[in-house]
T-cell receptor
């Protein structure tokens, strides 16, 4: 399985600010996925990041709030913009394995005050 | 709308017990069902199931899928305190490997 790293591991931010989360994979992958897990909830897909094209966002998520970059096949960033306390969550990136199972990065725990 | 439901929501057992976790789904364009273990932040992959009736096994954990009745079970035998975690079921749909997750079962194994 791929080795995935995320930065930062955790952060505490003030409302109205933005945070960019980085996801790095040790191998080239076509698709990368960004998920959110709000406190006590399960994982929800935010968007699919494809290299060389615009990200595909799920219902309820918009590019202005969660802009995504995918400059190459091993790296992606997710920005959480104009944050509010409701954005306090764990943010996870994932990549598909050889059998199309998905592997997750270690996650970023965001607290917005 | 795709839906994945897990039961029970939480479970407390004694070390050595056997547990069965349930996952039912209603989705369009089913591709596979996956089980994950989440202890802190990152879910750890356990199994991927695509065919009915074929048991996947790894140590004390096993899982099976019923595509006719649209459910899967995850069994853990001889539970240990290290099995304490949230177990997540997810269904992969469509051609873009999209995963829809259930709410999870929180398992606590006590001494």
């Amino acid at each position: 399985s791929a080795v995935i790293s995320q930065k930062p591991s955790r952060d505490i931010c003030q409302r109205g600010t933005s945070l960019t989360i980085q996801c790095q994979v040790d191998s080239q992958v076509t698709m990368m996925f960004w998920y959110r897990q709000q406190p006590g909830q399960s994982l929800t897909l935010i968007a699919t990041a494809n290299q060389g094209s615009e990200a595909t966002y799920e219902s309820g998520f918009v590019i202005d709030k969660f802009p995504i970059s995918r400059p190459n096949l091993t790296f992606s960033t997710l920005t959480v913009s104009n944050m509010s306390p409701e954005d306090s969550s764990i943010y996870l990136c994932s990549v598909p394995g050889q059998g199309y199972e998905q592997y997750f990065g270690p996650g970023t725990r965001l607290t917005v005050t | 709308e795709d839906k994945v439901v897990q039961s029970p929501l939480s479970l407390v057992v004694h070390e050595g017990d056997t547990v069965t976790l349930n996952c039912s789904y209603e989705v369009t364009n089913f591709r596979s069902l996956l089980w994950y273990k989440q202890e802190k932040k990152a879910p750890t992959f356990l199994f991927m199931l695509t065919s009915s009736g074929i048991e996947k096994k790894s140590g004390r954990l096993s899982s099976i899928l019923d595509k006719k009745e649209l459910f899967s079970i995850l069994n853990i035998t001889a539970t240990q305190t290290g099995d304490s975690a949230v177990y997540l079921c997810a269904v992969e749909t469509g051609t873009a490997s999209k995963l829809t997750f259930g709410t999870g079962t929180r398992l606590q194994v006590t001494l």
